[in-house]
């Protein structure tokens, strides 16, 4: 079946670095776009990033533009998100998930989705 792990989460200071890893299986991840979004207690899941397939398309949050950078890696089914100068507004678990149509900013353009890792950065 199709899996998503996300891995790298943890607490840090604010102006740290994180690089959060998602591992896929279940599909031919070189055909897929991913996407990363997250969520803090009490508010919606939000958009981060996004990476297609063939890696031309990278799209990313205005909140986190200029900081977070998203990448991946065909030949180990990996997808990463560097996130850099953290600050408070970031805290919230961060979930991957395979696109799979419509505005690659919209929760319902994913149809699998990991179980998230938890990031946590303090003032």
């Known amino acids: 079946q199709v899996q998503l792990v996300e891995s790298g989460g943890g607490l840090v200071q604010t102006g740290g670095s994180l690089r959060l890893s998602c591992a896929a299986s279940g599909r031919i991840f070189s055909n897929y776009g991913l996407g990363w979004f997250r969520q803090a207690p009490g508010k919606e899941r939000e958009f981060v990033a996004y990476?297609?397939?063939?890696?031309?398309?990278?799209l990313y949050a205005d909140s986190v533009k200029g900081r977070f950078t998203i990448s991946r890696d065909n030949a180990n089914n990996m997808v990463a998100l560097q996130m850099n100068s953290l600050k408070p507004e970031d805290t919230a678990v961060y979930y991957c998930?395979?696109?799979?149509?419509?505005?690659?900013?919209?929760?319902?353009?994913?149809?699998?989705w990991g179980q998230g890792t938890q990031v946590t950065v303090s003032s």
């Open positions: 998930a395979f696109y799979r149509s419509g505005g690659a900013t919209a929760r319902a353009a994913y149809d699998y």
């Open positions: 990476i297609s397939a063939n890696v031309r398309i990278k």
